[in-house]
């Protein structure tokens, strides 16, 4: 049995260092994506499909699985999930739910408008590290976080954000149906102070799913970064009630 990470966007991997220190668990791998911190594969096109199927490859190379996401992470799983994967056990996320009334953030939508979103990602990565930890701890991120993802922001990794966003307008209507699917028992992350996830939505995804509800009341966007040790203990407990 392997808990396994995924990050989102802009993070690499290293998100999950503070929260993978907290479990009382050492069977965990922290996933990658390619083109965070890392260069894209030649051939590999950003989309949320090819990231989709990239998540579903590098599951099947573990037993069992508690699969845990975040933003894009917690995106791609959904997607993967409506595949009923035999060897994932669980699942937690911290998405809302999808359907065709699915809405964007406001940077979302500038990184889908050619043109607008790459002045924004290049004036973004073109900015001292110290600018962007700034934009970052602007939207709630705690500095140290914000700092090591500043570090890691580059042309590469705007190439790879602009691709999965500009794929993924109409994500709502092509991975929702895909929710009604999943077997496995999960758990949706609420983050009360997250300014780019909506609480109805969230309700509605663990009414959809039958999961349980995490309610984080202080947190926001970088829960795992703010309350480490609280989170490792509920995922603890979680992991505990579905052996």
């Not at 409506?82 to 994932?88: E, G, H, L, R």
């Amino acid at each position: 049995m392997t808990a396994v990470f995924v990050h989102g966007v802009p993070e690499t991997s290293s998100l999950w260092d503070p929260l993978v220190a907290e479990l009382d668990r050492d069977d965990t791998a922290q996933l990658a994506l390619p083109g965070f911190g890392s260069a894209l594969p030649d051939g590999f096109e950003p989309t949320m499909h090819r990231y989709a199927d990239w998540l579903a490859d590098e599951l099947r190379r573990f037993d069992e699985v508690d699969l845990v996401g975040h933003d894009w992470g917690a995106l791609l799983s959904m997607r993967v999930l409506a595949d009923q994967p035999a060897n994932v056990r669980t699942w937690v996320i911290d998405s809302g739910d999808l359907g065709p009334d699915h809405k964007w953030h406001d940077a979302a939508r500038t990184w889908q408008t050619p043109g607008d979103g790459e002045a924004v990602m290049d004036a973004w990565v073109a900015s001292s590290v110290e600018d962007r930890a700034a934009t970052l701890e602007g939207v709630g991120a705690p500095a140290d976080g914000a700092l090591e993802m500043a570090r890691h922001l580059d042309a590469e990794m705007g190439r790879a954000i602009l691709g999965l966003y500009r794929s993924a307008v109409d994500v709502g209507r092509e991975w929702g149906p895909g929710i009604d699917s999943w077997t496995a028992p999960g758990m949706v992350v609420g983050s009360a102070l997250d300014p780019f996830r909506s609480p109805r939505l969230i309700t509605r995804l663990a009414e959809r799913t039958g999961a349980e509800v995490l309610e984080l009341s202080e947190c926001g966007h970088w829960w795992m970064l703010e309350r480490p040790a609280e989170v490792a203990r509920a995922l603890e407990s979680f992991w505990s009630r579905h052996p």
